[in-house]
């Protein structure tokens, strides 16, 4: 694989992997300030909000370094520095 393909695909997985952690903590957030707002909720549906946001950016995290195990472990794989 070329340089340049290689490059950009390591750019890719870098913005899908910054697009996947902000994504549910955005939208979990935005949720529960919906829910606030709109039924008169106390502030406990904002910290809920976050928490099940940085639950899910964690998962999406987790779930990004499998992917990532995976394709280091492929044979013939990159296995080297991700600067390199």
């Known amino acids: 694989m070329s340089e340049w393909m290689r490059t950009l695909r390591f750019l890719s997985w870098l ?3 910054g697009v996947s952690v902000a994504a549910p903590l955005v939208l979990c957030i935005g949720g529960g300030l919906w829910l606030y707002r709109r039924f008169a909720l ?3 549906v904002i910290v809920l909000a976050v928490v099940l946001g940085l639950g899910g950016a964690a998962c999406s995290l987790a779930a990004f370094f499998r992917v990532v195990q995976r394709e280091a472990e492929k044979p013939g794989g ?3 520095n991700f600067n390199r």
Do not use: M
């Open 15 to 17: 913005t899908q992997v």
């Open 42 to 44: 106390g502030p406990w």
């Open 78 to 80: 990159h296995r080297g």
